[in-house]
Every structure is written in C-alpha cells, then in structure tokens.
C-alpha cells in the first residue's frame, strides 16, 4: 500500500508541477521582467514559483516537510562538489581558450539563464525529483529509473535543432548528458551539488566561447566536452576506489533492487 501511494503522490505531484510549468512559466517570467527588466530574474522566479509542487510532493512522499533539501541531495556537499566540477571541466576550459573566440554579444542575463539558474533548477527536476526519488526510494533500479527524466530532458532541448538530423544529434547528446549526470550524483552520494556544478560549468564554458549555436557542437568542441566526460567518469571511479566506497551503480541495481 505504501508502495502504490508512493508512485500515485509522485505521478500526481508531476502531473501537476507540469500543468503549472507548461501553462504559467513564461506569464510569470513576463510579468517579472515588467517589473525588474531583467531576464535572469524572472527565469529564477518563474522557476522557483513553479517548482513548488515539486517541493510539496516530496515533503508528501517522505511525510517530512523539514528535510526536503536532504531528500533532493542538495543539503551538504556544495564545495566538494565545486572542486570536482571545476577539475573535471578544465579540459572544455583549455581547449575552448585555445581553439575559439570569446563570444562578444553575451550578455549578464544569458549567463545567468543559461548557467547557474538552467544547471540548479533542472538538475532539481529531473535528477533529484525523476530520478532520485524513484531510485533512491523505490525497488527500481537505475536505468528504469533514469528513463523518464533522461526522455523529458532530451525533448526540452529539441528546440535548438533545425532539421531532422540535428533534432536526432540533440536528442541522443542530451539524454546521454542526463544519464550520465544521474550517475555522477548517485555515485557521489546524491550530492546533488556534484551534477549541479558539472552542469553549470559546462555550460558556462559553452557559452563564453564562441563555439556553436546549440548544443550538438562540432569535432573540436565535442573532442574537447567528450575528453570532459571522461575525466568525471574516472575522478569519480578514483574517489571510490580510495575512499573504499561501493559503487552505487552496479549489476545488482542496473533494473531491479533487492529494497529500496
């Protein structure tokens, strides 16, 4: 009974999160940016006022409104975190200072946008809130449990895509960022924090650079995100491995898990 009470808060808690996004997100930025004209005020706003089913379906699912933070992975961790995102991102830092201009036309509010408020409040909703509460919280393992998040973030990118060839190019770079995002915060125990920064970062050096109009890229670019993802993967392996730490992620829970 647990278990299907669990699901139905998360579904309808969804549901409803989605219905207010879809239908008063851009209202709500407008009508701030009237009064603030700025854009990267009205996106924080907007996000934090429709993310606030997101907040109370968690505190509903756990029966505890005073531990949500811990619940998302957001409560602890924020320099670790900092110092791994910052490491394993340098080679996207080096080789775009090398190989590509800086983007004169950036503004303050596309930074803002597009880094620090993109990074905090997607990882929010779709590796805390899609991913983590079913996996951290139910019998599914992880790739059942990434799924759904890893499709939505996919599809919420598409946007940036021209023709069919580059809609399938996104598609398959985003869902594959959202994968491997939800591994580095399990792995690094749902530090949130952790895909927060890497997110942040990477996105950051995308845009201060003059390196592509969307987010497929080209040889050098994608050479240099890919040298990035590699370096995350084996920091992380590494800081397991030191620490003795089991691997989160493992045959045991790839589809199924013993408990939640």
């Given amino acids: 009974m647990d278990r ?24 709500i930025l407008k009508q701030i940016f009237i009064v603030t004209h700025s854009k990267a ?10 993310l606030i089913p997101l907040f109370m379906t968690v505190g509903v699912l756990h029966k505890d409104y005073r531990n949500i933070s811990e619940k998302l992975g957001i409560s602890k961790g924020i320099w670790t975190a900092t110092l791994f ?3 394993t991102t340098l080679p996207m830092l080096i080789g775009f200072i090398v190989k590509f201009p800086l983007n004169k036309e950036l503004s303050f509010d596309t ?51 021209n023709d069919i060839n580059e809609l ?10 959202s994968v491997l995002f939800a591994w580095v ?3 690094w125990k749902f530090n949130l924090w952790t895909a927060i920064f890497l997110h942040c970062f990477m996105n950051l050096y995308w845009l201060i650079f003059d390196v592509d109009t969307n987010v497929l890229g080209g040889t050098y670019s994608n050479f240099f995100r890919f040298l990035t993802i ?25 589809w199924m898990k013993r408990s939640a």
């Fill in 185 to 187: 915060y399990a792995e």
């Fill in 111 to 161: 930074i803002i946008v597009n880094t620090i408020s993109s990074a905090f409040f997607e990882e929010v909703i779709y590796r805390a809130f899609l991913f983590g509460q079913l996996y951290r919280y139910t019998r599914l393992g992880f790739f059942p449990s990434v799924f759904l998040g890893s499709l939505l973030f996919g599809s919420a990118h598409l946007y940036q895509g």
């Fill in 4 to 27: 299907l009470r669990f699901y139905l808060v998360f579904i309808i808690g969804f549901v409803i999160y989605f219905y207010i996004d879809t239908n008063f997100f851009t209202l």
């Fill in 230 to 254: 590699i370096i995350a993967i084996f920091c992380t392996v590494i800081y397991k491995i030191n620490k003795q730490f089991p691997f989160e992620i493992n045959r045991k829970t790839w």
């Fill in 41 to 50: 005020v009205g996106h924080v706003v907007a996000y934090g006022i429709t």
């Fill in 168 to 177: 399938i190019g996104i598609f398959a770079m985003t869902f594959s960022g």
């Fill in 85 to 87: 995102a910052l490491i």
